[in-house]
Each structure stands twice: as C-alpha cells, then as structure tokens.
C-alpha cells in the first residue's frame, strides 16, 4: 500500500525558515517524480515543486522560485522542501504528491498534508 | 502559463441525475507525438487530500466508480457524474500536466439538490 506522510510543518514568523519531509513507503520510491502541492485555507490548489526521478531535474512555481528548494534521499525514501524567506502568502497544507506514471506529472497518491502558518 | 478555467463555479444537483463540469485550457494540451491529453481531474471531500478520478482526460483511475468520465480534446474538457450519489458531494479539480507550471482550474463545488 503506498503511503505519504509528511511532517514538519507549524507557526513561523514572516522571514522565517521550515523544512518539510515526505517519508514515502509503499512503492519503488527511486522511480517516481514527486512534487509538493499546497492549498492555502479555503482555496484552490497550486503546484509549487517537482523533483524528476531520473537526472534530477527540478521544477519550481514562479511564486516560490528563489526560496524553496526541493530535494529527495533516495536511500531513505524520502521528499523534502526546505522553505526560506517565508510570507504570509506561503500559509497553506503543504501535500506531498507521487506522480502516476514517471515523467507525467499528474498525482494519483497523495500524502494528508502538513500545516504551514505564517504569521507574527 | 497554461491558465485552467473551470466552469460553474458550484452546482446543485438532485440524487441520480446527471452532475456535468467544464473545464477550458487557455492552449492546447494535446501532445501531438503521443495523441494523448495531458489533462486530469481530482475530487477533494471537506479535510481530505486530493483523489485522482481521470487521467489522460478518459482514462478512470483504477477503483473509481464508473458512473465517473472523462471526456474532450484540444481545450475544452468535461468530467461527467451520471448518476449522482451522496458521497459524491465535493469539489472537483481539473489540472494540466502538459508543460509546468503546472496547473489547476479554481474547482468546482458539487452539491445535493
């Protein structure tokens, strides 16, 4: 059974810096791009970053460009998304996302999210 | 940037009957090498993560019910409910995966009439 579980997420200031992790089980881990979704409260979703499984190409929204950094571990399964130079605007649940055939980046797992809040 | 406009906004409809939303690509997403449509669509329940129903713009998910489909080409999308039932109250998502950014339409609230 795959299965998403992100962590990491919690209250900081404007500024400020989190990490997010996404452990993945479930599934050949090493072969799937995997992106990080957000939704921030009552809204609609938007894509932020992707992380290619082969050659390890990365994609980022516009909106987090320069700020968010998307990595993986391989040996342990596992997505991260290092947040720096938070804004108010970055507050959404965070979702990490498997893709359902590599290289199409359309999502049929989904972990449950992880709460980012920033605010003063 | 591929902008995904999803039509109506919300929409109510009685139990049984047929539940049908838009969804509109600002260009297309048909990949001409392969024929396929990069477009795919999701249902979101109150405090649950995204579910992918349609892949493909036709293809259903393994599990979901068949009264789900996808249909369209080029630009213009429809996912259709055949037949309405009570768990299928949620917001619906269309998305593109055919360049990034990729995109999401603002959602489409289903309701029971």
């Known amino acids: 059974e795959v299965q998403l579980l992100e962590s990491g997420g919690g209250l900081v200031e404007p500024g400020g810096s989190l990490r997010l992790s996404c452990a993945a089980s479930?599934?050949?881990?090493?072969?799937?791009?995997m992106s990080w979704v957000r939704q921030a409260p009552g809204k609609g979703l938007e894509w932020v970053s992707t992380?290619?499984?082969?050659?390890?190409?990365?994609y980022y929204a516009d909106s987090v460009k320069g700020r968010f950094t998307i990595s993986r571990d391989n040996s342990k399964n596992t997505l991260f998304l290092q947040m720096n130079s938070l804004r108010a605007e970055d507050t959404a649940v965070y979702y990490c996302?498997?893709?359902?055939?590599?290289?199409?980046?359309?999502?049929?797992?989904w972990g449950q999210g992880t709460l980012v809040t920033v605010s003063s | 940037d591929i902008v995904m406009t999803q039509s109506p906004d919300s929409l109510a409809v009685s139990l049984g009957e047929r539940a049908t939303i838009n969804c509109k690509s600002s260009?297309?997403?048909?990949?001409?090498?392969?024929?396929?449509?990069?477009l795919g669509w999701y249902q979101q329940k109150p405090g649950q993560p995204p579910k992918l129903l349609i892949y493909?713009?036709?293809s259903r998910e393994s599990g979901v019910p068949d009264r789900f489909s996808g249909s369209g080409s080029g630009t213009d999308f429809t996912l259709t409910i055949s037949s309405l039932q009570a768990e299928d109250v949620a917001v619906y998502y269309c998305?593109?995966?055919?360049?990034?950014?990729?995109?999401f339409g603002g959602g489409t609230r289903v309701e029971i009439k």
């Open positions: 996302a498997k893709d359902f055939s590599s290289g199409y980046y359309c999502f049929d797992f």
């Open positions: 998305q593109q995966y055919y360049s990034t950014p990729l995109t």
């Open positions: 493909w713009a036709s």
């Open positions: 260009q297309s997403v048909l990949y001409s090498t392969n024929n396929k449509n990069y």
């Open positions: 992380f290619s499984a082969s050659g390890g190409s990365t």
């Open positions: 479930g599934f050949t881990f090493s072969s799937y791009d």
